[in-house]
């Protein structure tokens, strides 16, 4: 048992090619990491792994999936060696009981995954564990998945989602990366950014009630959704801090929420 529990962290993880890039992100995701305590494993929640049911990766060495298609073939060749962590998974099993978990053996580590924690981590020498995200079921149920989940954070696990709060490819400006977001996706972001400050998940989980702003910025919710377990494992009163708190092409957050004590200089300067 850790004397504080580890932040839990909600990566804006933006396009897979970050992976060959250096930047203020990549390198705000490795002050953050170098900030935090080693974490002894990480369990992850990717918006890039969706099932019919809940699963989680029980695997000694889970394979870098590249999950992608038109990009160059130097990403296809990153690789992420980090070992999983077959007791992890157990546990995190035993925590979600009676909620059936499947111990999955094919998966790996998808590019929501391994496009952060190359720059965060990049000796891949701490176990990680993906935890997959059930597609049937309600937001409020992912949030409950969070609470159930939060006690890990005592054990030294580190508890990381990666999507972005706003994620619509088809309207992104790819001419101009880092100008004016359209009005919807800052409205949006700002909305869900002022309910984590002031600890209302319920206007998170509800973030639909939020109309066509909504609709706009989460098309397609499976890049929201990790958000939702990251905000599950909030302890009462915990404080929230951003980081890489920008929209990029218009229409993609790269906002990142840490939950937890972290040296509040590292965030800034990140």
């Known amino acids: 048992m ?5 932040p839990a962290v909600f990566f804006g993880h933006g396009s897979p090619m970050i992976a060959l890039e250096t930047n203020d992100t990549t390198a705000a ?3 953050l990491a170098d900030a935090m305590p080693r974490p002894k494993a990480i369990l992850c929640v990717s918006a890039h792994w969706l099932t019919r049911g809940t699963a989680v990766t029980a695997m000694p ?5 590249h999950d992608f298609g038109a990009f160059p073939r130097a990403l296809f060749e990153v690789e992420y060696p980090a070992p999983g962590d077959i007791a992890l998974a157990e546990r995190v099993k035993s925590l979600l009981a009676p909620t059936p978990v499947a111990l999955d053996q094919d998966w790996g580590l998808d590019h929501g995954t391994w496009s952060v924690l190359c720059k965060a981590y990049p000796t ?4 990680v564990v993906q935890l997959s995200m ?3 079921i309600s937001d409020q149920a992912r949030f409950d998945i969070g609470r159930s989940l939060s006690v890990l954070r005592d054990e030294g696990v580190l508890i990381m989602g990666t999507g972005n709060i706003v994620h619509n490819l088809g309207r992104m400006d790819w001419s101009a990366r880092y100008g004016a ?4 996706a800052q409205r949006f972001n700002n909305a869900m950014r002022g309910a984590i400050a002031n600890d209302t998940p319920e206007a998170v989980i509800s973030y639909g009630a939020l109309g066509a702003d909504a609709s706009l910025a989460a ?3 499976d890049h929201f959704w990790p958000l939702l377990y990251v905000l599950g494992v909030r302890r009462p009163g915990e404080t929230a801090s951003f980081m890489t708190d920008h929209i990029e092409h218009g229409s993609l957050s790269m906002t990142g929420v840490v939950l937890g004590e972290v040296d509040a200089a590292t965030l800034k300067a990140a």
């Open 2 to 6: 850790t004397p504080t529990p580890m």
């Open 29 to 31: 995701w490795k002050a």
């Open 61 to 65: 060495r889970p394979k870098t999936i």
């Open 124 to 127: 891949a020498d701490i176990p």
């Open 134 to 136: 059930d597609a049937t």
């Open 181 to 184: 977001p359209f009005d919807w």
């Open 219 to 221: 098309p397609t919710p």
